[in-house]
């Protein structure tokens, strides 16, 4: 081992045991903690008024859904899904227009119309906020553009309430994904507001038996060694959903090794060396398995990737 890398290794403590400790998915009770959350949620909107008379799903998404959550990432992601409006969201250079020809659909006529006869969005976040309010107290719960936060408590864990509508992903105006959600961002936002959650959930279950139970356990490895990393300075922070896509794109070959440094190295070197390439701009896809990881709507880059891989293999290249 070369002095730098053993140096590396001593300060971080590193070691063959540390990545296996990683690769846990939940510390103490923060599954039931977790639960908790989601339970209180669906509680206080089904409590409301106006949103226990809508047709809504509540349920979770994200890490703790997908079993990809690392202890500093421990927040609860729940979405509040309207299905009384399906909106139609249009890949880069698809026009809506078109779908909404070949598809025959009507403007929206559900309960929840603005005074211009579309889907009053405002009114519903506002519902959501209220109902959220009521259950936890007004100071327990923050709005930003996307989600409401609902702070943790000695029994439940943070939360980011999404209130979304269904939606169809349109790949072409006759061609399209169902099953999505669209975002109600309160202002103007960069980036899709297209999430597909339920897509994500089982393409990650699939290519976790494929890996034999090891994608999602290197995920989580990679997750954690990315919050090291950026608390010792040493990366810029890296979006976990982003780490998990990554590890999504790798061959299953790289995850064949027993020991777990082997299988983060090779899955680094793939990514180090796949991400040069500009054709991973079109073949890299999101873990949902619809959405291109690199394309126009994205808020990261490929070029950001390749630092963080690089930034990476030190740290992993010591043990």
């Not at 909107?45 to 998404?61: E, F, G, T």
């Not at 699939?206 to 300075?233: D, P, Y």
């Not at 126009?296 to 070029?303: G, K, L, N, S």
């Amino acid at each position: 081992m070369m002095p730098v890398l053993r140096q590396i290794a001593t300060q971080t403590g590193l070691s063959e045991e540390q990545l296996r400790i990683w690769t846990r998915r939940a510390y103490r009770d923060e599954d039931k903690r977790a639960e908790r959350s989601e339970k209180l949620i669906r509680h206080a909107i089904a409590a409301h008024p106006l949103l226990r008379r809508l047709p809504l799903d509540v349920y979770a998404k994200g890490s703790y859904k997908n079993n990809t959550n690392v202890r500093r990432d421990s927040d609860v992601d729940v979405a509040v899904e309207y299905w009384g409006v399906v909106f139609l969201a249009m890949a880069p250079g698809q026009d809506e227009g078109a779908a909404m020809r070949t598809r025959g659909l009507m403007p929206y006529h559900g309960p929840l119309r603005d005074r211009f006869g579309r889907f009053d969005a405002p009114r519903f976040k506002a519902a959501v906020g209220e109902a959220l309010a009521s259950a936890f107290g007004p100071g327990a719960v923050s709005r930003s553009n996307k989600v409401f936060t609902v702070a943790a408590s000695e029994r439940s864990l943070p939360a980011d309430v999404v209130p979304c509508a269904s939606c169809d992903y349109h790949l072409a105006p006759d061609r399209w994904v169902s099953g999505a959600i669209w975002l109600l961002p309160d202002r103007p936002t960069h980036g899709s507001l297209v999430n597909l959650p339920r897509q994500h959930h089982f393409a990650g279950i699939a290519r976790n038996v494929a890996t034999a139970r090891q994608f999602k356990r290197v995920t989580r490895i990679l997750k954690n060694l990315e919050n090291l990393m950026v608390a010792q300075g040493a990366c810029a922070p890296v979006p976990s959903y982003l780490i998990e896509c990554l590890v999504y794109n790798v061959p299953d070959a790289c995850f064949a090794y027993l020991s777990r440094a082997e299988q983060v190295r090779s899955v680094l070197a793939h990514i180090v060396v796949e991400i040069r390439e500009p054709a991973c701009e079109w073949t890299w896809m999101e873990v949902n398995g619809v959405k291109p990881l690199f394309g126009p709507e994205q808020r990261w880059t490929r070029h950001q990737v390749a630092a963080f891989a690089a930034a990476a293999w030190p740290y992993v290249e010591a043990i």
